[in-house]
C-alpha cells in the first residue's frame, strides 16, 4: 500500500460527508515509484525527501492551478516487475503523475506500462518523470512522448568526464567495474569508445561486471583492481555498490583514483573517507552543496535542518518539479496530454543561476556538468557529507554546450 502524506483524502471525504464541495487539496497526485527496502532502500527513502520537500514548497505557493499536490510513494524493490504492479496501484489512486529514478531495469518497464496505458486509456492519459535513470536508450531508440529526463544520460557524463580526462596526462591505465544491467553496460560501452577517440594512449587493463546490489564483499574485484596496475578507476556503481566498493578499496590500502557517477550517495562519502584518498574520489553531478551561490547554499541549509543532515543529492529533482509546475500553470491545466506539450523545448534558469532546457526532440533535460572531488573540509566550503568533515569540492565545469550530444529518437507524438 502506498503512503500518503497530507490529509487530503480525509478532508475530501468530510466535505463530501456533510454536502460540501471539496477544497482543492491534494488533488494532483504524484506517485514515487522506487526502491524503498532492501540493500538500495537508502537511496529511495532519500528521494522520498526531496519529492516531498518540492511538493511542500509548491503547495505553500498556492500549487498548480489552484490544486495542491499530494505525494504517494511505492516500493519497487529494484523490479521491472514489482515497478509495472506499483505504477498500476498508483493510477488506481488517482495519480496521473508518475516519477522514478532507480534504475534503469525498472525504468524500461515504466516507459514500456506507460506506452500501453496510454495508448488503452485515451483522455486518461500519465506522464513518467525520469530522475535518475540514465540509460541512454530512453532518450533515443526507446525514446516515448509521455518520458522526461532531469538526469544527464551516462552518455553525457562520460562525454564530460572524458573531456575531463583528456586534460590529466597522468592518467595511463584505467580499470572499469560497473553494474551487469543495462546502465552498467552503457558505461563500459561509452568509456571505451569515448577514451579510444580522446585518449588512444591510454590502456583500459581491465572490463569488469558484477551483478547488481548482490555483492557484499568486493575484495576479490579489489584485487584484480590492484593487480592490473591501474592508476584510476571508472564506475558507474550506484547505491550499496559504490559504498562497499570503496570500503573494500580502504581495507586493501588500493591507492587509485575514482571517476564515479555516484560515489556521493548514502555511505559513499563515509567509505571515501575510510580510503584516505583525499581528492582522489571524483563525481559526475549536475551540482554540489558548495557551489557558492547565495540560493544554494541557502537552499541546501535549509533542507540539512528538516532531513537530519543529509544533504540535499538531488538538484535535478528542483528542475523537475519546478518545472513540472511552470508547465502545468502556463498550460492552465494538469491533465498530462495537456501539459506535457509546454515541457517540450521548456527553458528554466537553475538555481545557479544557469540557463538549462528540456530538448523537444528526445525529452533530455541539458545543463552544465560538474566534476567535484571529496576532500577535508578547508577554505569557503560549507557543507561536509555525512558528518565525516569532507566535503564535495568543484575541480571542474563542463559547460551545457559541450554535453549537447545527438539524439537518434524519432518520437511519435500523440494524436
Request: charged share 20%; proline share 4%; with cysteine.
Amino acid at each position: 500500500m502506498p503512503t500518503r502524506y497530507g490529509t487530503g483524502l480525509a478532508v475530501a471525504a468530510l466535505a463530501a460527508g456533510l454536502g460540501m464541495t471539496a477544497p482543492a487539496f491534494a488533488q494532483v497526485k504524484i506517485a514515487f515509484v522506487d526502491p524503498l527496502s532492501g540493500a538500495m532502500a537508502p537511496i529511495g527513502e532519500h528521494g522520498v525527501k526531496h519529492f516531498q520537500y518540492m511538493i511542500d514548497k509548491i503547495n505553500a505557493k498556492g500549487g498548480v492551478n489552484g490544486q495542491k499536490m499530494e505525494l504517494l510513494t511505492y516500493d519497487n524493490k529494484l523490479s521491472p516487475q514489482e515497478t509495472v504492479i506499483a505504477a498500476q496501484k498508483a493510477i488506481d489512486a488517482g495519480a496521473r503523475i508518475l516519477t522514478l529514478g532507480n534504475g534503469s531495469g525498472a525504468a524500461a518497464a515504466m516507459i514500456d506500462f506507460v506506452n500501453k496505458h496510454n495508448d488503452r486509456n485515451p483522455g486518461k492519459e500519465v506522464v513518467y518523470l525520469n530522475y535518475a535513470a540514465v540509460d541512454p536508450a530512453f532518450t533515443n531508440d526507446k525514446c516515448s512522448y509521455w518520458h522526461f529526463r532531469w538526469d544527464a544520460h551516462s552518455d553525457i557524463k562520460m562525454q564530460a568526464l572524458t573531456t575531463y580526462i583528456k586534460g590529466k596526462p597522468s592518467i595511463k591505465k584505467i580499470y572499469l567495474i560497473n553494474q551487469d544491467y543495462s546502465f552498467g553496460h552503457a558505461v563500459r560501452k561509452a568509456a571505451n569508445e569515448m577514451l579510444k577517440a580522446k585518449r588512444p594512449d591510454i590502456q583500459i587493463v581491465g572490463d569488469e561486471l558484477h551483478p547488481l546490489a548482490k555483492i557484499t564483499d568486493f575484495a576479490p574485484y579489489i584485487a584484480k583492481i590492484k593487480a592490473s596496475g591501474a592508476d584510476s578507476v571508472i564506475t558507474g556503481n550506484w547505491g550499496s555498490d559504490i559504498a562497499l566498493l570503496l570500503k573494500a578499496s580502504a581495507d586493501a590500502g588500493l591507492q587509485v583514483d575514482y571517476y564515479t557517477y555516484y560515489a556521493g550517495g548514502a555511505g559513499g562519502p563515509t567509505a571515501i573517507k575510510q580510503t584516505g584518498l583525499k581528492d582522489r574520489v571524483y563525481q559526475i553531478t549536475e551540482g554540489i552543496a558548495n557551489i557558492n551561490v547565495k540560493e544554494n547554499l541557502a537552499w541546501e541549509e535549509e533542507f540539512r535542518k528538516k532531513s537530519a543532515g543529509q544533504g540535499w543529492w538531488y538538484p535535478r529533482v528542483r528542475n523537475e518539479m519546478e518545472m513540472l509546475a511552470m508547465a502545468m500553470n502556463e498550460a492552465k491545466s494538469n491533465d498530462p496530454k495537456v501539459f506535457a506539450e509546454k515541457l517540450r523545448g521548456l527553458k528554466y534558469k537553475n538555481i545557479y543561476g544557469k540557463d538549462t532546457y528540456m530538448r523537444a526532440e528526445d525529452h533530455q533535460f541539458f545543463q552544465d556538468i560538474y566534476i567535484s572531488a571529496l576532500t577535508p573540509m578547508a577554505g569557503d566550503m560549507k557543507f561536509d557529507e555525512e558528518n565525516s568533515g569532507w566535503g564535495w569540492k568543484l575541480t571542474a565545469t563542463i559547460p551545457m554546450a559541450n554535453t549537447d550530444v545527438a539524439t537518434t529518437c524519432k518520437m511519435a507524438k500523440p494524436s
